[in-house]
């Protein structure tokens, strides 16, 4: 077989046969593809795109190239939740104690943050004493205890996403929809889950401007985790504005908190609850999606969602006492409010340039390997819809100096817009792709 043929058969709209994905696979892996070819082959799967069946083919030989996790020495079945990225989304904080305390095991691989976006993993370790790099065997034994146990990916999953990405990044084809599609699988795949939730975040925080490019995304994945045997449903939900109010690591764990006590943002506990729901359906506790949201209400309400937490904090080695006084988590050292200039309501929110203004001010990274501070970000007091006087408040700025405060109060008020009439509503949680 000859890349050149490959990439010629891709340009010209054809689609591979399983063999010839497995050579460009091993290809990625051994080095015997130049990367002048990959890159083209890649610019040719942008234009042309991938079948399911091409994808789903990808997908598994990516993940089979590096450590492939066995969750089945676990008990039950197992539901992994993914976010295609957002800003401010802490989802999986508040998801998985409660989807582990209504009794369905939760064992877990989370990412970092880049760019724009947060990382689970980044917000957990502003706990104190949080460990996120726990051996298979200590993971294990965490879920057992506390029902949920969450680490970083580990060094060897799927190298074949690693090189590949690393070749789109600097060839404008990061944004092809089956080249994400097979990177986010591949990497869910050898995480080892019996089933996914996908959220597939749509707006101008995500990844994906638009609800078409989303949806295809979405239904690309679906495809590609069910014809893989696993269980899979993505749920669709916007993200014109952060989620939730706050936007930076150990910020964000204080609002997963209140949220787990029944005191978050409404959307932050709409949309957890939305995903925790098809994570209980997926794994047969509940026939419903709308018996399993009120089931995990209920554990909100009576307080076992906040216990599962600070049991899931102490097995991997935080702080538990945070769960009951939140003051013991980093703080900022200079917190500024930021006033409006006008009265008005707010009616949109530059979404990404706040994930990327709370990377400036030091809670993200511009490259991989950017060390973060875990007390930094935003909080914004006001969202799309609310009402706001002039001089009022609409956002916090924890900074590490009052000069970066006051740069980052510049950058809020030039990412807030305001009008006389309230903006249409629109829902968090566009669709199911089931
Ligand atoms: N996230 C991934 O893991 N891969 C992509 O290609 C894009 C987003």
Sequence with gaps: MRMVDLISR?????????????????????????????AAWCMAVYFQGMTPREARDMAVKMAATGDQVDLSPLPGVKIDKHSTGGVGDKTSLVVAPLVAAAG?????????????????????????????????????????????????????????????????????????????????????????????????????????????????????????????????????????????????????????????????????????????AQMLVLAGAEEEAAEAKAKLKALITSGEGLRTFGRWIEGQGGDPRIVDDPQLLPLAPSVVGVKSLRAGYVTSWATEELGLLSMRLGAGRARKEDPIDHRVGLVIEKKIGDWVEAGEEIAKVYARSEAEAASGVAAVLAAVQLAPTPPPKKPLVIGYII
Excluded at 18 to 38: A, K, M, N, T
Excluded at 224 to 243: C, E, F, H
């Design 10 to 38: 891709k340009r010209d709209g054809l689609e591979h046969t399983p063999e010839e994905i497995d050579f460009i696979v091993r290809g990625i892996v051994e080095g015997s593809i130049p990367d002048y070819q990959l």
């Design 104 to 276: 369905i095991p939760v064992c877990k691989m989370s990412g970092r943050g880049l760019g724009h976006t947060g990382g689970t993993i980044d917000k957990l370790e502003s706990i104190p004493g949080f460990r996120t790099e726990l051996s298979l065997s200590e993971l294990f034994a965490q879920v057992r205890k506390a029902g949920v146990g969450l680490v970083g990916q580990t060094g060897n999953l799927v190298p074949a996403d690693k090189q590949l990405y690393a070749l789109r990044d600097v060839t404008g084809t990061v944004a092809s929809i089956p080249l994400i599609a097979t990177s986010i699988m591949s990497k869910k795949l050898a995480g080892g889950a019996d089933g996914f939730v996908l959220d597939v975040k749509v707006g101008d925080g995500a990844f994906l401007k638009t609800k078409a490019e989303a949806e295809k995304l979405g239904e690309l994945m679906v495809a590609i985790g069910k014809n893989a045997g696993r269980k899979t449903v993505a749920v669709l939900s916007a993200m014109d504005q952060p989620l939730g109010k706050a936007i930076g690591n150990a910020l964000e764990v204080r609002e997963a908190l209140a949220t787990l006590r029944g005191e978050g943002p409404a959307d932050l506990e709409e949309l957890s609850l939305a995903l925790g």
